[in-house]
């Protein structure tokens, strides 16, 4: 009798040990679901806060950008010059004279000499640029979710709430 009253003992303390582990489990499993309800929630506000306005994200563009090219430039360029020259000399110079032979005459010269010319210089150069660019800014993208995705979404979170409360009955 000694060992059917320790059998007796063994399968209480078993059966208590069921019993505590399921408490256990049934306890974990409704915080479980208490976190899953609060999450469905969340996300259902959310996205319906998404049908109001549009999502706006940043992109964020942090690049450098390499310019190798040759830039040509041909032109005519044309310099109009207008000037008064004054000359104001004396050009001496020799005369063969028959009878007195050669003689130094000395020669005033004075006189106004208009310059009027346009002058035409062609230009063809050709500069190399050589550089990197660094091009670092944010771009603030508006994305407007379609109605129908959301209602869609929403839609099947409410049939889902449905379905953990038909579930939990």
Same mark, same amino acid.
């Given at each position: @009798? ?7 003992? +063994?399968?209480?303390?078993?059966? +208590? ?18 976190? +899953? ?8 506000? %959310?996205? +319906? ?7 706006? &994200?940043?992109? %964020? ?37 028959? &009878? =007195?032979?050669?003689?130094?005459? %000395?020669?005033?010269?004075? %006189?106004? &000499? ?20 660094? =091009?670092? =800014? ?10 129908? @995705? ?6 099947? =979170? ?12």
């Amino acid at each position: @009798m000694k060992w059917i009253h320790g059998w007796r003992v +063994l399968i209480s303390v078993l059966v +208590l040990a069921s019993l505590a582990g399921n408490v256990f489990l049934i306890r974990t499993l409704m915080g479980a679901q208490k976190t +899953l309800n609060q999450a469905r929630d969340t996300a259902r506000d %959310a996205l +319906l806060s998404l049908e109001s306005e549009p999502m706006v &994200i940043s992109v %964020a563009i942090d690049e450098e950008i390499p310019i190798r090219t040759t830039v040509s430039f041909s032109d005519t360029l044309r310099v109009p010059f207008e000037l008064d020259y004054t000359l104001s000399t004396v050009v001496n110079t020799y005369i063969n004279i028959p &009878i =007195l032979g050669r003689q130094s005459v %000395a020669v005033p010269v004075n %006189a106004v &000499i208009p310059i009027s010319e346009t002058f035409e210089i062609p230009i063809a150069v050709s500069v190399p640029v050589s550089m990197t660019y660094p =091009l670092e =800014l944010d771009i603030p993208v508006a994305v407007e979710i379609p109605v129908e @995705m959301i209602t869609g979404w929403v839609t099947y =979170l409410d049939a889902l709430d449905l379905g953990l409360q038909r579930d939990a009955r």
